[in-house]
């Protein structure tokens, strides 16, 4: 079965950097885009990007584009979230999801990453 | 962005009961609307995609119409493993959104 696993959160700094990463089992990473999504109780659940499986092609939330790249190591089955000038904003708990086939839903999400900004 | 209301924010009922949530689409989405379902601690379960579509082991009792810009989640027969929060997102145009979220609780 789909089996996705996010690592790499934790307490940083305001302007400071954190590499998320997403492990992937139970299905073919290479032919699926996945998602980054995060979760907080103020602003709820905020998509943030996709890295689609075929093309590569990749898509931001406007409040992370040029500080958050989403690649993927398709030989690993890992997704990554490079994450860059955090501020308390961002703090939440972050999600990897598989696309769902032919439409761009979410049919399984990992059980999530906490990042905290604080100094 | 296209902006996802759902409506109520929370309701409370009973087992057994028939619950219905809104969501409301700022602009047409066509069908390319999906359902997740989230309890306490654990990540959003996809209930529904292309408006209407059962994932994978989802219950009968759930089901979903609409298209457009309005849509709705019934649940029929309410179950205890039902209470929990549900959260609509358009698929149709990125940036992707999420409704606020509706919170079923126990009368």
């Known amino acids: 079965q789909v089996h996705l696993v996010e690592s790499g959160g934790g307490v940083v700094q305001p302007g400071g950097s954190l590499r998320l990463s997403c492990a992937a089992s139970?299905?073919?990473?290479?032919?699926?885009?996945m998602h980054w999504v995060r979760q907080t109780p103020g602003r709820g659940l905020e998509w943030l990007a996709l890295m689609r499986g075929d093309d590569n092609k990749k898509y931001y939330a406007d409040s992370v584009k040029g500080r958050f790249t989403i690649s993927r190591d398709n030989s690993k089955n890992t997704l990554y979230l490079e994450m860059n000038s955090l501020t308390s904003d961002d703090t939440a708990l972050y999600f990897c999801?598989?696309?769902?086939?032919?439409?761009?839903?979410?049919?399984?999400w990992g059980q999530g990453s906490l990042v905290t900004v604080s100094s | 962005d296209i902006q996802m209301t759902q409506s109520p924010p929370s309701v409370s009922a009973s087992v057994g009961d028939t619950v219905t949530i809104t969501c409301r689409a700022s602009?047409?989405?066509?069908?390319?609307l999906a359902w997740y379902q989230q309890k306490p601690g654990e990540a959003p379960k996809l209930l529904i995609y292309g408006e209407s579509v059962l994932h994978t082991g989802v219950p009968s009792r759930f089901s979903g119409s609409g298209s457009g810009t309005e849509f709705t989640l019934t649940i029929r027969g309410l179950q205890p493993e039902d209470f929990a929060t549900y959260f609509c997102q358009q698929a149709n145009s990125f940036p992707l959104t999420f409704g606020g979220g509706t919170k079923v609780e126990i009368k």
């Open positions: 139970g299905f073919i990473f290479s032919n699926y885009a």
């Open positions: 602009q047409f989405i066509s069908r390319w």
């Open positions: 999801a598989k696309n769902l086939d032919g439409n761009y839903g979410l049919d399984y």
